[in-house]
C-alpha cells in the first residue's frame, strides 16, 4: 500500500499534493514542475538528426579516444594510470588501418602536477582503472573530456586540444562519503558542475553521486574543482526493491535536462542538477525498469528522447533489456514508465562456435554499449547496441521499438571473441561506427569471463549501410592494442571528441 501511494504521489504530484518523497527526501513538486516547463520551453525547437551530421564539417577535428584501463606497472599498481589512444576520426574512415597517439595517463598526471601549482597539493594523483569518458560541451564544439576512474576514486579533466589534464579532484571525502569507485561522470550542460555517479566500493554497499563546482576562472586555463556535496544513495533502497543502490552511467536529457542515472541490480533513478538544486525527482524500481543498467542513448527529436539497456551481465535469470523513456512528460511534471523491449538470447548460428566458448555453458548476450545511426536516405533512427557475451550487434528501430536485425561480429580468422563493450559513431556521416574490444582479463563488470586465448583486445570499426541495418569490415578496420598493460590490455571506454581548431581535420565531409 506504501508504494502504491508513492507512485501515486509521483505520477500524479503536479495535480494532487504540493510535495512528494523520494528516497527518504522531501521537494516541491510544483516549483520543480516550473522549471522543467521553463527548460522544456526553451528546447523545444526540434532538431533534425540530418542536421546535427551536417554540422560536422571540416572546422571540425574530430578524434576517436579509446581508453585502456589496465595498469602500466605490475609492481606499483596505486600508479597503473592506464592508456589513452587517440586516432584520427576521418583517417579512420578514410583509410583504414592508421596508427594511434597514445597517452600514458600517469605520466600525463605527473606532468601537470610538476608544472602547476595549482596540483601540488596532493589532489592529483595517477589514477587507477579510468573506465569512462564524456565531453562538454555534450555534442559538437568539445573542449573538455571527463575521465572517471573506478579503482581509486579520482576524476580527471583533459583539455581536448592540448591532450594536457587541466582539472583532478579525488572524490573520497570521510564527511561527504565516498568510495574509490567512480564509474561516470559528466558536466552540466551550462559546465558549471561535473556529476559523479560512485559506484559505492565493494559489491553489497549503496553507492553515492557527488556534485563537483567547477571554477573555471580562478586558476585559467586550468579548472579548480570543488566537491560540493553528496547524495548517499542507501536511501533509496526500499524504492528500487534492490539490495543496494550502486550508480552505474548516466546523462542529461536534450529537452527536460534531468539527468538519467542507470542502476546496478536493477532501477533507474531521475536526477535534477541546477546551481541550487541536486535532488533525486524519480526512482523506477527494478521490477520496472530491470537488469543490471548501464549505457544509453539521448535521441536526437521525439517525446522518448533517452534509450537505457539493462544487461544479463552473463547471470542466468537476467533479461537484456532496451527502455525507451518518455522525456517529454516532465515538462508536464509527471514520470511515466518507461517502454521495455526484451532482447531474446542469441540461438546457436554458424557465426558462433557456441560449444566451445571459454565460458562454458551459460546465457550468451548482456546488451552494453548503444548508439544511434541515422538513415541517411529518410533521417530514420536505428539504435544499435552490443552484446558483450554474444559477440554480435543488434538493431532497433526507434519508432516502432522493435529488433530488425542481429549481426555477430566474431570472424575465426582475426576476431574469433571479440567480446565487443561501448561504442561511438565516427561524426563525418554517421556511416562507421567504432567500438572497444575487451581484453583476455576483463577488470571490470564481465571479470569472471577470461579468455587469454582467444580475445582479441583493441577497437573494432565497421562501416554502416545507408539504411543503418547492416555493417560490413576487415581486417584493416581492428586495431589492436599496441601497450604492454597488466595483467592484459582491456580497453573499456570509447568516446569521439570534436572541437574546432586552426588545422582542418584532413579528409573530412560535410
Known sequence: MMFAALTLCLIFA????DSCTVCGSHFNVERHRERWSETCHNNSKPRSPKDYLGSMNSTQRC???LLDQAYDDPKHRQHGGGILYIYDSAKLKSNPGQGAVTINLTTATLDAVRQHELFQNGSCKPGQKPHMISAYPHFADMKYAVISYVGSGDIQVMDVETKRIVGCINTRDKD???SVQNHYAEFTSDGQFIVVLDIGGPTGRSGHLHKIRVDHKTKAPNLV????????LHTCIKDLQTKAARPICGGFDRRNGLFYVTMSQGGLLVVDVTKDEFKIVKVYSRSVVQGDGCGGSRRYSGDFGMVTNGASTGKYRVGDYLYFHNTSAPCEGYFPDPVELEIPKWKKDADLDYDSTPYGNVPLGDTHGTALCVNRDTGEEILLTTMRLSN????????SQKIVQRKSLARSDFLP???PDL???????????CMSLRGGIPLSAIGKFKDTYRRTPGMLCVRLTRDCLD?????????PTTEPLYPTPDPHAIFQVCYRNKEKSTGAES
Do not use: C
Open 14 to 17: 503536479a495535480r494532487l499534493v
Open 63 to 65: 578524434e576517436m579516444w
Open 176 to 178: 561527504k562519503g565516498g
Open 225 to 232: 574543482l570543488i566537491h560540493e556535496s553528496t547524495l548517499k
Open 392 to 399: 554480435e550487434i543488434v538493431f532497433v528501430n526507434v519508432s
Open 417 to 419: 571473441n571479440p567480446t
Open 423 to 433: 561504442l561511438s559513431l565516427i561524426a563525418y556521416g554517421g556511416d562507421v561506427m
Open 471 to 479: 555493417f560490413d569490415f576487415d581486417q584493416n578496420d581492428f586495431y
